[in-house]
């Protein structure tokens, strides 16, 4: 299990984003600053669950564009919608596009 406590931030590279507060497990707050993204990754992959029906009930469209660099992994975009399969492919490219530094 992947603990809320142990994560760490990101922002773009040069961006000045204020502190993150993280609650650790004893209830303290601790402010996190984020860390610049790297120039380039050793991987990237992303990772899509589809449905293709975009109804009030139908089940969402989950994708998410992860990286890595050495030991390190970001999650660099994060989709969830209903969408029908013109949307979803669309998702998918722009996604692709997103994840690219």
């Known amino acids: ?5 142990w994560w760490r931030y990101w922002q773009p ?12 497990p004893d209830g303290t707050l601790e402010q996190r600053k984020a860390i610049d993204l790297p120039l380039h990754f ?10 293709f029906k975009d109804t009030k009930k139908s ?20 989709v969830r919608d209903r969408m029908d399969l013109p949307a979803t492919l669309l998702a998918v490219a722009v996604s692709a596009d997103a994840g690219r530094t």
């Not at 299990?1 to 406590?5: A, E, I, R």
């Not at 660099?69 to 999650?75: C, E, T």
Request: hydrophobic share 40%; no cysteine.
């Open 59 to 78: 089940d969402y469209v989950v994708g998410q564009v992860h990286a890595a660099k050495g030991a390190d992994r970001y999650l660099l975009d994060q």
């Open 42 to 51: 050793d991987q990237q992959l992303q990772s899509w669950d589809m449905a």
């Open 13 to 24: 590279r040069g961006a000045d984003l204020p502190p993150v507060p993280v609650k650790r």
């Open 1 to 5: 299990m992947l603990k809320t406590h």
